[in-house]
T-cell receptor, first 112, second 114 residues
Framework: AQTVTQSQPEMSVQEAETVTLSCTYDTSESDYYLFWYKQPPSRQMILVIRQEAYKQQNATENRFSVNFQKAAKSFSLKISDSQLGDAAMYFCAYKGYSTLTFGKGTMLLVSP | DSGVTQTPKHLITATGQRVTLRCSPRSGDLSVYWYQQSLDQGLQFLIQYYNGEERAKGNILERFSAQQFPDLHSELNLSSLELGDSALYFC?????????????FGAGTRLSVL
């Protein structure tokens, strides 16, 4: 079974600074997708970014980018120019041939 | 707004009772997924339906059941409720079946069992 590990229960960043959230996963599959979801205090699960495993180029969505290291099975999320609205729980997720598997989450705190 | 609608937003009930959670997927999506989010277990996949048929099953208790109707909305039925069933229940939808399409989540139903 696939597992997703987020080793940082909580991270802090100041406004306008950059922060990186870590995620590692374990799989024997060669074709899969990786996701970062954001869950703000409203509890809504919001897709932040998606990476296809067969693509070498790292995905980017505005201030959000990933560092996908397939051999190391690592998928970190970089948030640039952090804003107060980025404060949320961030979940890394894996989707192969089976179901979507989530990590335990990293709580991101953003201070003015 | 993800386009996935869940009702009700909050549900308070007593142990031993039965409740039904409802989900309407995004227009055009054929797959519906149910997840449970609790403090101790995190986000766990419960069950998936695709175009009315059960497609995948996760850590769903026997006391729980789901179905997807011809209009593609889905209901999750929770019976003989226990205190430990208190959690946030999410519904998500996607276009396809076993593909890697993005799952869009609803706002969730907060269930409190007293």
């Amino acid at each position: 079974a696939q597992t997703v590990t987020q080793s940082q229960p909580e991270m802090s960043v100041q406004e306008a600074e950059t922060v990186t959230l870590s995620c590692t996963y374990d799989t024997s599959e060669s074709d899969y997708y990786l996701f970062w979801y954001k869950q703000p205090p409203s509890r809504q699960m919001i897709l932040v970014i998606r990476q296809e495993a067969y693509k070498q180029q790292n995905a980017t969505e505005n201030r959000f980018s990933v560092n996908f290291q397939k051999a190391a099975k690592s998928f970190s999320l970089k948030i640039s120019d952090s804003q107060l609205g980025d404060a949320a729980m961030y979940f890394c997720a894996y989707k192969g041939y089976s179901t979507l598997t989530f990590g335990k989450g990293t709580m991101l705190l953003v201070s003015p | 707004d993800s386009g996935v609608t869940q009702t009700p937003k909050h549900l308070i009930t007593a142990t031993g009772q039965r409740v039904t959670l409802r989900c309407s997927p995004r227009s055009g999506d054929l797959s519906v997924y149910w997840y449970q989010q609790s403090l101790d277990q995190g986000l766990q996949f419960l069950i998936q339906y695709y175009n009315g048929e059960e497609r995948a099953k996760g850590n769903i208790l026997e006391r729980f059941s789901a179905q997807q109707f011809p209009d593609l909305h889905s209901e999750l039925n929770l019976s003989s409720l226990e205190l430990g069933d208190s959690a946030l229940y999410f519904c998500a939808s996607s276009v396809g079946d076993v593909d890697k399409n993005i799952q869009y989540f609803g706002a969730g139903t907060r269930l409190s069992v007293l």
